[in-house]
């Protein structure tokens, strides 16, 4: 399977953005799908996870309250919105597909190319 992440702009403090994550081959029921974050000079993060099957979500501190993250099983994409963009919000966002809901990079096999946010203050 092929991730392609989209929805990445320029955006000021307090906007909103949502982003795309769609999938070229058969996401299962037993996935997860999740986003990740890495500014500048940081190690990439976790920030939130949806199961496929069940739907349940799972969200990093520093975005909880403000972003929801959703799937369209029959499009095989996954979205993430932000509201209340901070600048520190600011990174390359990756989709990415485990086999089990997981907050560590290692355990996602599958990953996008990223796309870029940037807010401004």
């Known amino acids: 399977v092929q991730l392609q992440a989209s929805g990445g702009g320029l955006v000021q403090a307090g906007g909103s953005l949502r982003l795309s994550c769609a999938a070229s081959?058969?996401?299962?029921?037993?996935?997860?799908m999740g986003w990740f974050r890495q500014a500048p000079g940081k190690e990439r993060e976790f920030v939130a996870a949806i199961r496929w099957g069940s739907g349940r979500t799972y969200y990093a501190d520093s975005v909880k309250g403000r972003s929801t993250i959703s799937k369209d099983n029959a499009e095989n994409t996954v979205y993430m919105q932000i509201i209340s963009l901070k600048p520190e919000d600011t990174a390359v966002y990756y989709c990415?597909?485990?086999?089990?809901?997981?907050?560590?990079?290692?355990?996602?096999?599958?990953w996008g190319q990223g796309t870029q946010v940037t807010v401004s203050s």
């Open positions: 081959g058969r996401i299962f029921s037993s996935h997860v």
């Open positions: 990415a597909r485990s086999n089990s809901y997981s907050t560590v990079v290692r355990e996602y096999n599958v």
